[in-house]
T-cell receptor
């Protein structure tokens, strides 16, 4: 069964460093998302991406964050200068073409620890 | 803004017990409602959904009914198994914005 894959599964970084989290969505999907979950808190929407551009973003997704689909398969989240409060589990998700229904397919997550 | 509130866990049950996880929402318009589940070491996956008032979503023995009058979408299962141990997330979706709004998640632990 097709699945969304994320790498790395866990990354530890120093505050101020740049981090890139990678995702390979399901191949025929056209909508891509990043969500995050700070330990013990809600899963929060960060950004959605369609047709090579951001379609929606939350107030969390400030200038420190960027997303890119550099080729036909990868979808990346870059955090330019990490802060302690960026420590969280980051989930990539994708959804198929057609009418959006809210049925997202999630990866297993990338845990980011900022020291 | 839109929000989802669900009961805090952990919920600890014995096998074959009845499970209820309460979920209420606040939203304008007519959202779709979802339950997602996260098994240990895995990503979130869709468990069931309901797209309009009075719809009942069901899957794997779980059920939830979209109650607009009480703005609720409580999850129920009549007889849980150890394999149902997971974190359960209630969520709402609105096509305008194309995003899911999640509750805080409820961890369920089923003991043999």
């Amino acid at each position: 069964e097709p699945e969304v894959t994320q790498t790395p599964s866990h990354q530890v970084t120093q505050m101020g460093q740049e981090v890139i989290l990678r995702c390979v969505p399901i191949s025929n999907h056209l909508y891509f998302y990043w969500y995050r979950q700070i330990l013990g808190q809600k899963v929060e929407f960060l950004v959605s991406f369609y047709n090579n551009e951001i379609s929606e973003k939350s107030e969390i997704f400030d200038d420190q964050f960027s997303v890119e689909r550099p080729d036909g398969s990868n979808f990346t989240l870059k955090i330019r200068s990490t802060k302690l409060e960026d420590s969280a589990m980051y989930f990539c998700a994708s959804s198929p073409p057609g009418i959006n229904t809210g049925e997202l397919f999630f990866g297993e997550g990338s845990r980011l620890t900022v020291l | 803004g839109d929000s989802v509130t669900q009961m805090e866990g952990p919920v600890t049950l014995s096998e074959e017990a009845f499970l209820t996880i309460n979920c209420t929402y606040t939203a304008t318009g007519y959202p779709s409602l979802f339950w997602y589940v996260q098994y240990p070491g895995e990503g979130l996956q869709l468990l069931l959904k309901a797209t309009k008032a009075d719809d009942k979503g069901s899957n794997k023995g779980f059920e939830a009914t979209y109650r607009k009058e009480t703005t609720s979408f409580h999850l129920e299962k009549g007889s849980v198994q150890v394999s149902d141990s997971a974190v359960y997330f209630c969520a709402l979706y609105k096509a305008a914005g194309n995003k899911l709004t999640f509750g805080g998640g409820t961890r369920v632990l089923v003991k043999p």
